[in-house]
């Protein structure tokens, strides 16, 4: 079964400063990786998803994440972080079910604190 | 854009009641998820289902069941409440086009169970 372990469950960073999130993967094969970001109070939105088009996936609002096949690796990042980023972040690998259909497993979970 | 929609926001049942959770999309998807969310464990699978009447457990289904009889809305039911059951609850759907499609997520249901 694939798996994905998130480094930290919290994070601090000074706005402005850059932001670096850690997920790690383990897959027999080659990984179809997520990173969802949820607000307060909300459900969880996309910010990025690698297919293995590109080893580098940008995503919304500035953010980006790079495939690592030797370090087994999918950390995202954003040069500048700002308040509105204030959330928290779970990386997601998908995975094949048993009778047919495809499930979606996540990480632990980082939240991100921004301060001024 | 994808509308999943959780028919409550939070919820206050007793233990030992029958709790049913709703959830409807209006894109057509075939996958459909409940996922229960906690504090420092993420999200976990319950259960999904990838077409009318078909369901598959997830990680964490022993208390649950679910009910799949249209494409468009998925049920989560806790047959007999408990307080361990206390949680986040998360619907969502995806297109059945592969391992790359991503989840839409409904805003959630808080379930409290007393």
């Known amino acids: 079964a694939q798996s994905v372990t998130q480094l930290g469950s919290h994070v601090s960073v000074s706005e402005g400063a850059l932001v670096l999130l850690r997920c790690n993967y383990s897959s027999s094969v080659p990984p179809y990786l997520f990173w969802y970001v949820q607000y307060p109070n909300q459900g969880l939105q996309l910010l990025l998803k690698?297919?293995?088009?590109?080893?580098l996936v940008k995503g919304i609002n500035g953010f980006e994440a790079e495939f690592k096949k030797s370090e087994t690796s999918f950390h995202l990042t954003k040069p500048s972080a700002h308040m509105s980023d204030a959330a928290e972040y779970f990386c997601a690998v998908s995975d094949q079910g048993n009778t047919g259909g495809f499930k979606t497993i996540f990480g632990a979970g980082t939240r991100l604190f921004v301060k001024a | 854009d994808v509308k999943v929609t959780q028919s409550s926001r939070y919820l206050v049942k007793r233990t030992g009641e029958k709790v049913f959770l709703e959830c409807v999309q209006d894109?057509?998807?075939?996958?459909m998820f409940w996922y229960r969310q906690d504090p420092g464990l993420g999200l976990r699978l319950i259960y999904f289902s990838y077409d009318v009447k078909m369901k598959e457990k997830g990680d964490i289904p022993e208390g649950y069941s679910v009910s799949r009889e249209k494409k468009e809305r998925f049920s989560l039911i806790l047959e007999s409440a408990s307080t361990n059951q206390t949680s986040m609850y998360l619907c969502a759907s995806s297109l059945l086009s592969g391992l790359n499609s991503p989840l839409h997520f409904g805003n959630g249901t808080r379930l409290t169970v007393t």
């Open positions: 690698y297919t293995s088009a590109a080893t």
């Open positions: 894109m057509d998807h075939e996958n």
